[in-house]
């Protein structure tokens, strides 16, 4: 048997080594660390999504991610530092969707979300779920109504904050079914959700996300789920479009985000990144257990798109309800 020499294997050697390197950053788009800004403080939904997918960019693109808080001013402080930076695609930032297509409707803000900042890719999507306390006489949805109008002008709603689409979601339940819920905002759910588990507010329109622990632990009841299609964490609920109102069909998806200098060919391998590690099974996963509905993946120009639609859906509930600016 004759043998190659080791000079003439050697190349060839030092490239399989090279390609095996290297494979793990096949769809990097830096080869240098990248930083992910959240527009919330840390420990919420946001923050929770952002260190999930940094592990996992990390291990796929070969380079370190750091995560960066810059809550405040409806995501203003956020959006502006990543517009600041270089559009090189090394400052993204994860986001809910709703700080862009619902807070600049009633918050004044220094960016336009449709001109300063480019949807990359989502990773999941929060439904909305109506929700009361076990102690309401209604134990279903048709109940809920009756109720509602048997004592009018002494019930009321809560949100998350005004001008969401918890507060939407209460607006057009009020129209649509001839009620008089009274809006109570809050700042977040948690402190809203205390008052609808203690019975001093009679329900609320909130995220999968915060109700389902309450709901699971029988400190909430689900009426309905605010989409057109049954949810897989609340299969038993029958959704609002099932029960006769369309209109009620709310979501947030939460992904990543860039500043629209950033070059196209970048932004298309963020999303390729990005859509690969939201697919893989400890990302899916570890998402899909604490509420968020499956990733739907989407193209950056799809994701541009939506965006644009739910903008100016809003508005016009906004302009609808005379919800004014704080």
Request: aromatic share 6%; no cysteine.
């Amino acid at each position: 048997m004759t043998r190659k020499p080791i000079s003439r294997l050697l190349p060839g050697l030092l490239l399989a080594i090279a390609t095996a390197a290297t494979a793990p950053m096949a769809l990097a788009w830096t080869h240098k660390p990248v930083k992910i800004l959240v527009p919330a403080p840390a420990g919420g939904t946001m923050d929770v999504v952002a260190r999930i997918l940094a592990d996992q960019i990390s291990a796929e693109i070969g380079q370190p991610v750091i995560v960066d808080n810059k809550p405040g001013a409806g995501g203003a402080i956020a959006i502006q530092a990543m517009v600041a930076a270089p559009n090189d695609g090394q400052t993204i930032m994860v986001t809910a969707s709703n700080v862009l297509t619902e807070i600049p409707h009633v918050m004044k803000t220094a960016f336009d979300p449709l001109k300063d900042v480019r949807p990359v890719a989502t990773v999941a999507r929060a439904g909305i779920v109506l929700v009361g306390a076990p102690s309401l006489p209604a134990k279903d949805f048709k109940e809920l109504v009756t109720y509602v109008k048997a004592h009018p002008g002494t019930l009321s709603f809560a949100s998350y904050s005004a001008g969401t689409a918890s507060h939407y979601s209460g607006m057009i339940f009020n129209q649509k079914a001839g009620l008089d819920l009274q809006h109570v905002p809050f700042a977040g759910s948690p402190p809203a959700l205390t008052q609808v588990i203690g019975g001093q507010i009679t329900v609320m329109f909130d995220g999968i996300v915060t109700s389902l622990p309450q709901i699971k632990g029988g400190k909430l009841v689900p009426f309905a789920v605010a989409s057109k299609t049954r949810s897989a964490h609340l299969p038993q609920v029958p959704t609002t479009a099932e029960l006769g109102y369309p209109d009620i069909d709310f979501s947030n998806w939460l992904g990543i985000v860039a500043s629209s200098a950033v070059p196209a060919d970048i932004i298309d391998k963020i999303n390729a990144t990005t859509l690969k590690v939201a697919a893989s099974p400890k990302v899916h996963d570890r998402l899909v257990a604490v509420g968020f509905e499956p990733n739907t993946p989407l193209s950056s120009a799809q994701l541009t798109e939506s965006v644009k639609v739910d903008f100016e859906r809003n508005a016009a509930i906004v302009k609808t309800f005379g919800i004014k600016l704080n």
